[in-house]
């Protein structure tokens, strides 16, 4: 059973830090892409960070760059997503996402589209306030 749990939310000062963890079971990571997603009252989910297979291709949002960094560790079999200088603008409910990418051919594919993952974790809430 693919399962995909995040943690790492609560609640932050402006300009403050936080850590998010995407624990995998049922699956192997580094064959997966990876995406995390955010989702804030109100609004559609949008794409914040991805990351290809092979770990060679990152992309962001514009309004987390500079400030975000994605990462994977294939050992724990977690990615990460270190959130730097936060703003009352990142509050939401952050997801993390997986797709299967094994083929040669999609090692580097990075992907912000939701609708291009088929796992996803229950989402960890981030709330960014003084």
């Known amino acids: 059973q693919v399962q995909l749990v995040e943690s790492g939310g609560g609640l932050v000062q402006p300009g403050g830090a936080l850590r998010l963890s995407c624990a995998a079971s049922?699956?192997?990571?580094?064959?997966?892409?990876i995406g995390w997603f955010r989702q804030a009252p109100g609004k559609e989910r949008g794409g914040v960070s991805c990351?290809?297979?092979?770990?060679?291709?990152?992309n962001y949002a514009d309004s987390v760059k500079g400030r975000f960094t994605i990462s994977r560790d294939n050992a724990e079999n977690t990615v990460y997503l270190q959130m730097n200088n936060l703003n009352p603008e990142d509050t939401a409910v952050y997801y993390c996402?997986?797709?299967?990418?094994?083929?040669?051919?999609?090692?580097?594919?990075?992907?912000?589209?939701?609708?291009?993952?088929?796992?996803w974790g229950q989402g960890t809430q981030v709330t960014v306030s003084s």
């Open positions: 049922g699956l192997t990571l580094h064959y997966y892409a």
């Open positions: 996402a997986a797709v299967f990418k094994i083929l040669p051919a999609f090692r580097r594919v990075c992907l912000m589209e939701a609708h291009e993952y088929d796992s």
């Open positions: 990351l290809s297979r092979d770990g060679g291709n990152v």
